[in-house]
């Protein structure tokens, strides 16, 4: 990893960064996905509420940020298995900014979410470059696959792996 890049735990003053960043990362990755009028539309009051209110919860200490000489560069989040709901961890997001890629910051991110937990996540059919990233990770295809009607039917897969994979194979 760059040594001006560091990985840590989110703090709610990071919220209203976050929110920024949120939606430049999104831009980022679903720009070739999603109709212009869609991402036109895609604002940061929505994203700064969902920082706020999940840096206030329970599960704050599982989100992290990435930064570069200071700067928000890109951030990860994970849920815990819970009872009734997840089998596994759940990685909900892992965002970093394309500036940043290729930099070790991704599977750093990656390691501080989840380490070496059995983990699940959902990523875009259509996003080739997350899929290898997270099959280097030790990640499978499940075969379920969804689609996020809010989001102009854009289709997920899932993906999964066993604990104690946190390093890339090979």
């Not at 206030?56 to 298995?81: C, E, I, M, T």
């Not at 009872?83 to 991704?106: D, F, K, N, T, V």
């Not at 899929?131 to 996020?148: K, L, M, N, P, S």
Request: proline residues 5%; charged residues 20%.
């Amino acid at each position: 990893m760059d040594h001006t890049c560091s990985v840590r735990q989110a703090a709610p003053e990071d919220a209203e960064a976050l929110a920024r960043l949120h939606l430049e990362c999104w831009r980022e990755t679903y720009t070739h996905l999603l109709s212009p009028g869609f991402m036109a539309r895609q604002g940061v009051e929505e994203r700064l509420a969902m920082w706020r209110h999940l840096l206030a919860g329970p599960h704050a200490g599982r989100q992290y940020v990435a930064n570069d000489a200071g700067k928000l560069v890109g951030f990860a989040g994970s849920l815990p298995p819970e009872e009734g709901l997840r089998e596994q961890a759940e990685l909900w997001g892992i965002y970093l900014l394309a500036s940043h890629h290729g930099r070790g910051l991704g599977q750093a991110l990656l390691e501080a979410a989840i380490g070496s937990e059995a983990a699940a996540l959902w990523v875009a059919e259509d996003n080739p470059r997350a899929q290898a990233f997270y099959q280097r990770h030790g990640f499978v295809f499940t075969g379920a696959r969804d689609t996020i009607e809010d989001w102009e039917g854009l289709a997920e897969v899932r993906m999964a792996r066993p604990a104690g994979l946190a390093r890339p194979a090979g």
